[in-house]
Every structure is written in structure tokens, then in C-alpha cells.
């Protein structure tokens, strides 16, 4: 399978919905919100799934994108996509394991935008904001966005919610730190 993103460019998925591509109007409409913050910046990618958020960062001018997703399969895929998009000022990893793990080892690095999708009924939602908050990996200017079901919002007392959008079936909710601690 296949997926149009950013500049009309052709990215691989795995078939099937293990990887569960973000629906093209909800990128769309994410990559509109963060409009004129992604190029030179630092992203990171949580549950990357197909690669299609962190392919749009790179062709939108992110200076470093990282990626964290448990399976192999999709680390291929992921790792392919991002090398027929990356230019030569931009950089790239993909780390394959357990989402929470992973967040330890990023510890002292900083991202301007985080984009958290993991599967809708998973337990990860509040595991790793947490992680997220507790190793201090959002920018003091940075935006996290989180995909989940509609209804349903986490409350981390590190972040808060700075806006709430729905489309449909999917919602984003974005965070930030708060005023006080920047």
C-alpha cells in the first residue's frame, strides 16, 4: 500500500490496519495548526506507525525527527519512507521498542513537537505523557499533539491543554507547559 503526503510525494504502509495511517484531513488540518513551526525544528513521533507525521515534518523543513514505534516491520517501512524525503541538513533515527522505555533514553533532549499516536484502546495515553513530563522532553515553546478517541481527555498536572480539535471519529487534543514553569 501507499500514501500521498506533503508535496504530493509517495510513502509505503504495511497493509492491513496494524499501523493505522492518520487519516489526510487530520494531518492536514495538524500540520495547518503548526504552520510556520516545523522547519528547523525538532520533532518526535511516538508510535510512528506508517512514518507519514514525521515524512510530512521532513518535507515540511524539520531539522531532526525521531521516531518510536515496537514494530520491525514498520521501523523498515518508516526508515525507507524518511530516506527518500530527508535532505542533506536534516537528520533522522528510529528507535524500535517499548514507547515508555524509549522516552527514558531521550532524556535531556528537547523537541518542539511531539506527535503522539498509539492505538485508541491502548493503556499508553497517561504512561507517556508522564514520561514525556517527567523527562522534560517538550521545548519550553514546544506543542505536544495527542490522536485518541473523542470524549475522552488526560489530564497531566506537568502539562496542559492548550486546544481540543475533532474530526469525526479522531480527535487531537495539544499540550504544553505550563506558563508558570517557562
Not at 504530493?8 to 513551526?37: C, M, S, Y
Not at 506507525?49 to 515524512?55: H, P
Request: aromatic share 8%; net charge neutral.
Amino acid at each position: 500500500m501507499s500514501l500521498r503526503i506533503y508535496g504530493n510525494r509517495l510513502i509505503k504502509t504495511l497493509p492491513g490496519q496494524e499501523t493505522r495511517p492518520t487519516l489526510a484531513r487530520v494531518r492536514e488540518a495538524l500540520f495547518n495548526i503548526w504552520q510556520g513551526t516545523i522547519a528547523d525544528g525538532r520533532w518526535l513521533d511516538l508510535c510512528t506507525g506508517s512514518g507519514s507525521m514525521g515524512a510530512e515534518a521532513l518535507c515540511r523543513g524539520a531539522k531532526l525527527v525521531i521516531g518510536i514505534e515496537r514494530s520491525r516491520q514498520s521501523c523498515a517501512v518508516i526508515e525507507q519512507n524518511w530516506q527518500q524525503v530527508v535532505k542533506a541538513d536534516q537528520t533522522f533515527q528510529m528507535m524500535r521498542g517499548d514507547v515508555v522505555q524509549e522516552l527514558a533514553s531521550l532524556a535531556g533532549q528537547q523537541f518542539d513537537r511531539i506527535y503522539f499516536d498509539p492505538p485508541y484502546t491502548s493503556e499508553l495515553y497517561v504512561p507517556v505523557l508522564e514520561a514525556i513530563a517527567n523527562h522534560q522532553l517538550l521545548s519550553p515553546t514546544g506543542e505536544l499533539a495527542v490522536e485518541h478517541n473523542p470524549g475522552v481527555t488526560f489530564e497531566i498536572s506537568d502539562l496542559e491543554i492548550c486546544r481540543q480539535k475533532r474530526y469525526g471519529n479522531t480527535a487531537l487534543t495539544f499540550y504544553r507547559l505550563p506558563k508558570s514553569s517557562h
